[in-house]
């Protein structure tokens, strides 16, 4: 990355940092670095290893791609898709369509297929 390349992934990066309302500390603790290296991601002064930044990605919930420039859209599209379907449920089935989510989830960590 160039130094405006860096300048931008740090930009997006707090963006969506702040957005999840994760400090720098919960976030490199997540992936598996420090509070200081995402403060020098965050400032444009070092560049991640495309790993970290993947890992980032996932974590905060936006398109990696977004994430280092190449992508004005923050979201998949399939997650759009999701989002909308949710939006448009009544109160008592979002809890449904929640607990469901969570169910499926707890399926995966049993091991059971069905989750990604």
């Avoid at 200081?36 to 444009?44: L, V």
């Avoid at 992508?71 to 008592?92: H, I, T």
Wanted: proline content about 1%.
């Amino acid at each position: 990355m160039n130094e405006k390349e860096l300048k931008e992934f740090g930009l997006r990066l707090k963006q969506a940092r702040d957005a999840k309302q994760m400090s720098m500390e919960e976030l490199g603790m997540i992936i598996g670095s420090s509070k200081g290296s995402i403060w020098k991601y965050e400032h444009g002064l070092r560049e991640p290893k495309a790993s970290i930044s993947i890992a980032i990605a996932n974590t905060l919930g936006v398109l990696w791609s977004w994430l280092i420039g190449e992508d004005q859209r923050v979201e998949s599209d399939d997650f759009l898709q999701m989002k909308d379907l949710y939006d448009n449920l009544s109160a008592s089935v979002k809890e449904e369509a929640l607990n469901y989510l969570l169910y499926l989830k707890e399926r995966r960590k049993d091991g059971n297929s069905g989750w990604g």
